[in-house]
């Protein structure tokens, strides 16, 4: 009898170990995950995901290690992820996901593996504004060019009150790719009288930076 209760108290205390090793495992499992997403290496998160790590996982920031490797525009990493199921609307603490955060830095291959795998079009950044509105007013023409056919709302106003035609004119600088960003959302039916929250319509700024080309292009759409 007592081999015997020292046998089950002998497994039960092996199960208890198994488990906890299993645990603390798959907790570094999931680190190894991020760490290996952020240095870009496919082959580790490949071989990390077959061995069973949680892929939409997160770190004290809250992203997930897709969100990670568009970061470090890491797109072998991303499409690894991407194939193998990650959430391409997984948000972090500051309101980025992986599909927002690939638009507003232009990191155009990585943006249309999240357009071809679910990605939102309506969601909206800290800001309140789509993936459209930084990706204009940061000059990433291509980039626009893609969410504007994906059908992005071209607009859709953020909590500031601007438009993705505001921004690419109040925060550009009328330069040649600024004036490609005005005539793909002229061509997309942006609304070129859509005032800001001030009542200033984008015809009004640009005159007031003295954006010649800019202001033919919204004159010729009807701008006023």
């Known amino acids: 009898m007592l081999f015997k209760r020292i ?12 488990s906890a090793v299993a645990a ?25 995901l077959e061995r ?3 892929i939409d996982s997160r770190d004290g920031q809250g992203r997930t290690a897709l969100l990670i490797a568009t970061h470090g525009n890491h797109v072998d990493a991303a499409r ?6 990650a959430d391409v609307n997984a948000k972090d603490a500051i309101q980025d996901s992986p599909y927002l955060y690939a638009g507003a830095r232009g990191h155009l291959d990585i ?15 800290r800001y309140r504004g789509t993936a459209l509105i930084p990706a204009a007013e940061r000059g990433h023409v291509d980039t ?5 056919d994906a059908g992005v709302d071209v607009d859709h106003v953020n909590r500031l009150g601007w438009t993705a035609l505001l921004e690419a004119i109040m925060l550009g600088d009328g330069s040649e790719r600024y004036v490609r960003i005005v005539q793909l959302l002229v061509a ?31 004159v010729a759409a009807g701008g006023r």
Do not use: C, K, W
């Not at 046998?7 to 198994?18: N, Q, R, V």
């Not at 943006?111 to 950044?125: E, F, I, V």
């Not at 200033?200 to 954006?211: A, I, W």
């Open 144 to 148: 626009v060019r893609t969410l504007i």
């Open 188 to 218: 997309g039916h942006a609304n070129v009288n859509l005032a800001d929250s001030n009542g200033e319509t984008p015809l009004q700024h640009v005159r007031s930076r003295g954006y010649a080309r800019i202001e033919r292009i919204l």
């Open 80 to 85: 690894v992820l991407i194939d193998a199921g």
């Open 7 to 18: 046998a089950i108290i002998g497994a039960f205390a092996l199960t208890t170990l198994m």
């Open 52 to 54: 069973g790590a949680q």
């Open 111 to 125: 943006l249309q593996m999240t357009l071809a795998h679910g990605a939102d079009l309506r969601s909206t950044n």
């Open 24 to 48: 603390a495992d798959g907790g570094a499992l999931e680190g190894r995950l991020r760490s290996a997403a952020d240095r870009g290496d496919a082959g580790e998160v490949r071989t990390l």
